[in-house]
T-cell receptor, first 117, second 108 residues
């Protein structure tokens, strides 16, 4: 149980294009999902918290117009990197909060490697 | 200020050499402490949740313990496949706080 998937697992795009990353909780409902960014050999950096049916809460320094987050259902959140540039190249990881049980634990997806040329 | 600190940053062990990783925390209220394992290029894999001081959880060669100020992840007789970054996180109910991780390398 508690499986989170991400799609795609890797993507290469040209500068100026937009990329959408999907995060799904496969066997539980997640009212809250999180989006992280991770640079090589560094820890997770929280970008935003998304709650189903409401606007995402972005961390300081994260451009909400550049990183669009939609959490339209209890099992799906999407991150769209708009007008991507090489500096947006990174490893993006989502997690889903399973608060339906007593454990209240975050479970992570496998990550998406984005390379912008 | 709520924070989570992990030590050491990096640890190299010989195969079979047991050791412990530390996660110390100062938060206003603990609703759970979590350990994750992360392999390069992958998302963190959930290992354990601990809720109260004195609690212990085990999985294969790993054992996690919790006190009121810190948690330890004990690795008994590690194998090369245990090499990974181990992350600790704390849930205060309002927010999750992550440590920066301990990079473990087990040498055959």
């Amino acid at each position: 149980g508690a499986v989170v998937s991400q799609h795609p697992s890797w993507v290469i795009c040209k500068s100026g294009t937009s990329v959408k990353i999907e995060c799904r909780s496969l066997d539980f409902q997640a009212t809250t999902m999180f989006w992280y960014r991770q640079f090589p050999k560094q820890s997770l950096m929280l970008m935003a918290t998304s709650n189903e049916g409401s606007k995402a809460t972005y961390e300081q320094g994260v451009e909400k117009d550049k990183f669009l987050i939609n959490h339209a259902s209890l099992t799906l959140s999407t991150l769209t990197v708009t007008s991507a540039h090489p500096e947006d190249s990174s490893f993006y990881i989502c997690s889903a909060r399973d608060s339906g049980r007593a454990t209240d634990t975050q479970y992570f997806g496998p990550g998406t490697r984005l390379t912008v040329l | 200020e709520d924070q989570v600190t992990q030590s050491p940053e990096a640890l190299r062990l010989q195969e079979g050499e047991s050791s412990s990783l530390n996660c110390s925390y100062t938060v206003s209220g603990l609703r759970g402490l979590f350990w994750y394992r992360q392999d390069p290029g992958k998302g963190p894999e959930f290992l354990f949740t601990l809720y109260s001081a004195g609690e212990e959880k085990e999985k294969e060669r790993l054992k996690a313990t919790l006190t009121k100020k810190e948690s330890f992840l004990h690795i008994t007789a590690p194998k090369p496949e245990d090499s990974a970054t181990y992350l600790c996180a704390v849930n205060t109910g309002n927010q999750f706080y992550f440590g920066t991780g301990t990079s473990l390398t087990v040498i055959p």
